[in-house]
């Protein structure tokens, strides 16, 4: 069975951090990503790396502030927000590709979702 665990949300002030995981277990696969969801809004993508190159491509919203990265050995990515602002208050999804596609769409496996809020 194949599962995506997200953890690491919180409550952070403006211009703070916060380090999110996804561990993966069931399967291996060749890229993950992350979206986030706003309320009353679209889901968005944010981030996604290859697992095998380490490629990366972020949105621009979030380039220069957020870090993707995973670990190979524990099947886990993460993402490293710094300087967070309110508006990327959301709740965050992790999101896997079989074939490894790192683009905004077509993800195979979606975790749960895990709540960050910025507050001003």
């Known amino acids: 069975q194949v599962q995506l665990v997200e953890s690491g949300g919180g409550l952070v002030q403006a211009g703070g951090s916060l380090r999110l995981s996804c561990a993966a277990s069931?399967?291996?696969?060749?890229?993950m990503a992350w979206f986030r969801q706003a309320p009353r809004k679209e889901r968005e993508f944010v981030a996604a790396i290859s697992w095998s190159t380490t490629i990366t491509n972020y949105a621009d919203s979030v380039k220069g502030r957020f870090t993707i990265s995973r670990d190979s050995a524990t099947n886990t990515e993460y993402l490293q927000m710094n300087s967070l602002k309110p508006e990327d208050t959301a709740v965050y999804y992790c999101a896997a590709s079989i074939v490894g596609n790192i683009g905004p769409s077509r993800y195979d496996y979606w975790g749960q979702g895990t709540q960050v809020t910025v507050s001003s």
């Open positions: 069931g399967r291996t696969f060749r890229s």
